[in-house]
């Protein structure tokens, strides 16, 4: 036994709390560590970090339990560092800066923020936690006008392998800030803060949600891809087509400006079809983030896979019906595939500036199989692997945010020419592959 104790709010197996603990919004990830240590501060990790190495134990860190694969952030038998109690924000109006602790969720914070009048990327799920999304790039409605969620990332604070408490920034340990945007989560260190730059938001803006008859779903991604890929880049978009079984086509938005102006430039998708329901409103800002956000429960009721990745050309009628098909096939009511709209201020990032890589793609895309029963587990994940496979000739890359365990050459598809910088950055930080997960960045040797 090594001499380190742990502190923070330490909860073990048997301990009053633990299957509450054990719970992950996703209960296909769910495990069972040894022990669960919700940091109330940077020591708190340090602590942790230094006793699972003296004690041989295996880690894992965790700040919203969002993670959407198998012992990312949780690890049988091992020691889980939770940040979710860490979850102050301190916003310096005068300067556009808010500091932010890694256990804060992404609803309350956007929402927070809002509501002093500024703006922050923010995905579409308000459960997830702000320390997980941001180090793999994080994007939403506003990235387009902002950029991925990474790139508002001014400076961090990370304990290292060793259990040392690190800065980054431009300015200092610039090679760790660089991975840190973009190359992953648990992979550098286990960070305890982040800086972000805030932009002021307008008094009032424009959100839209468009429903059509399922049926209807090829004539509407066509007007959709034909269309949002290529518009002002004040306009974020999202599309979103569930099973069959489940009945839901819509398109949702968010327009940084009037509604007449956006209704000249919703035209083409108006068009398309026949809407059962069309709502564009302008609201105040933070009601905006209200519509676009409403509260979700912490946890899912039912099992999700998912796998994602992104279109560099307009996709033809193959793609169309392999999506249509998985969609009619699918016997979970949330099963879904779900598009956003790509350019705009990501594009205008050179690729090697931070470690996120997809920069010049036209949408986005992920889709996802759910089930309840154990007995439905093993087509719903081939289901989406299926998928996976017919679509490689018209996509490119995947998303480490929603990682996909069966993406055999992983550092290529999340990282594309930026993997060879990570890996010599993991080399430098943690040698000997301290914080590692199934795709986490390996070092050199």
């Not at 073990?12 to 769910?30: C, L, S």
């Not at 091992?78 to 992404?106: C, E």
Request: with cysteine; aromatic share 12%.
């Amino acid at each position: 036994m090594g001499s380190t104790e742990l502190t923070g709010r330490i909860i073990f197996k048997g301990d009053p709390g633990y299957n509450e603990a054990v719970r992950n919004w996703n209960p296909y990830v769910n495990t069972y560590p040894l022990v669960f240590v919700f940091a109330q501060n940077a020591c708190d990790v340090s602590n942790a970090i230094k006793w699972a190495r003296e004690n041989d134990v295996p880690l894992r860190v965790r700040s919203g339990r969002h993670a959407l694969d198998k012992e990312f952030n949780v690890v049988k038998g091992g020691i889980v560092i939770d940040t979710g109690d860490m979850n102050k924000v301190h916003l310096d109006k005068k300067k556009g800066i808010a500091t932010v602790q890694p256990g804060i969720r992404v609803g309350p914070l956007v929402k927070g923020l809002a509501r002093e009048g500024f703006l922050a990327v923010f995905g579409d799920s308000p459960t997830v936690g702000i320390g997980g999304i941001t180090t793999g790039g994080g994007f939403g409605l506003l990235s387009r006008t902002i950029g991925v969620i990474s790139d508002n990332l001014l400076a961090l604070e990370t304990v290292d392998a060793k259990g040392r408490i690190l800065k980054a920034s431009p300015t200092c340990n610039e090679d760790l800030f660089w991975a840190s945007r973009g190359g992953g989560g648990g992979t550098f260190g286990y960070n305890t803060e982040y800086t972000f730059k805030v932009h002021r938001a307008p008094e009032t803006a424009t959100v839209f949600n468009i429903i059509w008859p399922w049926e209807q779903l090829e004539t509407v991604f066509e007007a959709w891809q034909n269309l949002m890929p290529f518009v002002d880049s004040r306009l974020g978009s999202y599309i979103e087509i569930f099973s069959k079984v489940n009945g839901l086509c819509q398109v949702t938005g968010l327009f940084l400006g009037s509604r007449p102006e956006l209704i000249q430039i919703l035209q083409p998708l108006l068009n398309a079809g026949t809407p059962s329901e069309v709502v564009i409103e302008t609201l105040f800002y933070p009601d905006c983030i209200d519509f676009l956000d409403p509260p979700e429960p912490p946890y899912a009721d039912q099992n999700f896979k998912f796998s994602s990745s992104w279109a560099t050309s307009l996709w033809p009628k193959e793609p169309i019906k392999v999506m249509k098909q998985f969609l009619e096939e699918a016997p979970g009511t949330e099963t879904n595939f779900y598009f956003t709209n790509w350019g705009g201020a990501i594009s205008s990032v050179p690729k090697d500036k931070t470690a996120f890589y997809w920069r010049d793609p036209l949408f986005y895309t992920e889709w996802n199989a759910t089930w309840v029963n154990k007995s439905e587990e093993a087509s719903s994940l081939a289901s989406v692997e299926s998928v996976r496979q017919q679509l490689k000739p018209y996509t490119v890359g995947s998303y480490v945010n929603v990682p996909d365990e069966n993406i055999q050459n992983f550092g290529t598809a999340y990282w594309a020419t930026n993997f060879a910088r990570l890996q010599r950055v993991k080399t430098k930080y943690d040698p000997e592959n301290v914080f590692n997960h199934p795709q986490s960045v390996p070092p050199l040797y």
